[in-house]
């Protein structure tokens, strides 16, 4: 037996592992890119709101009732825009959360499979319209609509920007609720009707109890998209810092804040571009507790069974 | 004889309380479809009238009769190329990583937690990411490149989540069958597994994309002009090499800053243009929607197992 051709084998084995170890790195680099993204966000957020509580402290911050950045006497309390923030949220989940859950419970206990098939593409587009359609829509369908009902009315609002920002989050908490129930096993069902339940029944007192978890997770989630949705209530509730929880008034939400000040020529390094790093950072914590409580429920109910 | 009588009693209000739950169901789910239809309708009933062949070729004016969108359609172009060259390698890289490399440990954990908690992340904080990284750190301005690079990072969880749930659904067998035939783990993936997920990933990949193109908030927070009334440099030149790169730089507008721009006018007749934008921008993205959609349907019937 010749030397050269084991010894061309072995060198091309090598060149081959050497070429998968090559690419198995190159693949978790682009993994990490999701890693480096998440902690780019909140190196800058962090980075740049130091900054502005080293002008601004944490306490003012907190419990100012005003929030004038840009005035000669400026206050910043972020509750005025949280207010916003939290009357359109609440609006919206009040639309949201029973549409969303009834909807969920018809398709997985009720429908039929050829209404399911066509409802979830439906649902689906629905999901897909992009917001600032939705912000439109709001301010000159829906607001007008509700005028004639509410005549006193103003033109910029949080009732019309939260309805339709539930509607948007409809088929959002439909999916994740549906997904949940059809992870309940059917044993259990038929364990129900053997004693005589209902449809009803069973997805009332069997099915929503077990899959109760992943409602919860589709709830929070639907929260942390409410709390974090912008075009709506920029284009509809209006642009005024406005310390109020009436639905009926103007105000600006901390998204919406954000967009206003990005929308004008404010210098690099200025107070008023710290602020809205600072409400960014206040967002971006926010939808942080949701998101990591939606996925730690989601991941019980994947468990579960 | 009166304990029948309850008993009977109780199976009506029983199934009394079934049929109006199917009541309330249809309900919800024609309020949804009702909402879709009104939206449709609504902008079709406003924006008919600017939609004629100049209002695609003309830019953006002073006079709302002479508007067009050219400006804006040609830039949201130029960023969906940008985004989708960066989002679809990265993307689906990581999805092969995550599904047929990472071994199971904190690092895999850490990836993946991450990637679940930046699809909740609001969209405004990744252009508050941009404005503070893209445009002040490497200083690379609002121009297409960074709107582009933004998007693409606000789409990476959708092309991943959908990436590995595509190979996740690629049966054990065909990877034994590659191993068995000597092949390396890379050949395995690149020759046998991507093949068999290329559907499931360009539904995910469209869904993406779809999204991007219909976002605001993170371009209007990198502070992209709203109006412009030039287009970026061709890509394309006519003397070598032929190949232009200068677009990448150019300062752009896109469909949804327009939108949001002519929204925010008080005068009646660019509220006519916002709703012609609109429509455009919707028919846009329920297109790739509806071929998303339809490509997976496609997939579910064709491939048995």
């Known amino acids: 037996m010749s030397q050269a051709p084991i010894a061309g084998r072995l060198a091309y084995r090598r060149s081959r592992h050497i070429r998968e170890q090559i690419i198995e790195w190159l693949l978790l680099s682009s993994a990490l890119v999701a890693v480096a993204t998440t902690v780019g966000i909140v190196f800058i957020l962090v980075k740049e709101s130091l900054v502005f509580f080293g002008q601004v402290s944490i306490i003012d911050f907190l419990t100012d009732s005003q929030w004038t950045p840009l005035f000669s006497d400026p206050h910043f309390g972020i509750w005025v825009l949280l207010s916003g923030t939290l009357t359109s949220s609440a609006i919206a989940l009040c639309v949201a959360i029973p549409v969303g859950t009834t909807l969920a419970i018809y398709l997985s206990e009720f429908a039929s499979a050829r209404v399911r098939e066509t409802a979830k593409p439906i649902l689906e587009l629905l999901a897909g319209i992009p917001t600032i359609v939705f912000g439109y829509f709001a301010l000159f369908f829906v607001t007008p609509l509700l005028k004639i009902i509410y005549p006193e009315l103003p033109g910029f609002n949080l009732l019309s920007a939260g309805l339709v920002m539930g509607v948007m989050i409809v088929p959002y908490i439909s999916s994740i609720s549906e997904d949940a129930m059809r992870a309940v096993p059917m044993s259990l069902r038929e364990g129900a009707y053997a004693m005589g339940a209902t449809r009803l029944q069973v997805a009332l007192n069997v099915v929503v109890p077990a899959a109760f978890s992943g409602l919860a997770a589709a709830y929070i989630l639907g929260i942390s998209r409410a709390v974090g949705e912008t075009m709506i209530v920029a284009v509809a509730a209006g642009m005024q810092p406005n310390l109020t929880f009436n639905p009926t008034d103007q105000a600006a939400t901390i998204t919406a804040y954000i967009v206003q000040v990005a929308k004008g020529d404010l210098p690099h390094g200025s107070v008023g571009y710290q602020t809205i790093f600072a409400a960014g950072l206040t967002l971006f914590l926010l939808t942080l507790v949701f998101n990591l409580m939606g996925y730690f429920l989601r991941k019980r109910f994947r468990e579960e069974y | ?305």
Not at chain 2, 56 to 63: K, L, N, V, Y
């Open chain 2, 1 to 305: 004889m009166s304990v029948s009588e309850g008993l009977r009693a109780t199976i009506t209000r029983a199934k009394r309380n079934d049929l109006i739950f199917v009541g309330l169901g249809i309900a919800a789910l024609l309020f949804a479809a009702s909402t879709f239809v009104a939206l449709f309708l609504d902008m079709v009933g406003d924006g008919m009238s600017r939609l004629n062949p100049g209002f695609f070729t003309e830019f953006a004016s002073r006079r709302a009769e002479r508007a067009g969108i050219l400006a804006a359609w040609v830039g949201t172009f130029a960023v969906m190329i940008v985004t989708a060259l960066v989002a679809v390698p990265i993307g689906v890289a990581s999805g092969i990583y995550l599904e047929e490399y990472a071994p199971k440990n904190k690092m895999t954990a850490l990836i993946e937690i991450n990637i679940n908690n930046l699809a909740g992340v609001p969209s405004i904080v990744y252009g508050l990411l941009a404005l503070g990284l893209f445009v002040h750190t490497f200083g690379l301005g609002a121009s297409v490149q960074t709107a582009g690079l933004t998007l693409a990072l606000l789409i990476l969880p959708v092309v991943i989540v959908a990436t590995r749930e595509a190979i996740r659904a690629v049966p054990g067998s065909i990877r034994e069958a590659a191993y068995a035939l000597g092949a390396t783990r890379w050949q395995m993936v690149s020759d046998h597994v991507l093949p068999y997920s290329m559907p499931g990933i360009l539904t995910g990949v469209i869904i993406g994309l779809s999204r991007a193109i219909g976002e605001t908030a993170p371009i209007v927070t990198i502070g992209a002009v709203t109006f412009i009334a030039f287009l970026p440099p061709a890509p394309v030149t006519s003397s070598p090499p032929f190949l232009n790169f200068d677009w990448l730089s150019s300062p752009f507008t896109a469909m949804p800053i327009q939108i949001f721009n002519w929204t925010s006018r008080p005068e009646e007749a660019f509220q006519a243009n916002a709703s012609a934008a609109a429509l455009v921008l919707v028919v846009m993205t329920l297109l790739m929607n509806a071929i998303a959609i339809w490509l997976r349907y496609r997939l579910r019937r064709n491939l048995n197992w």
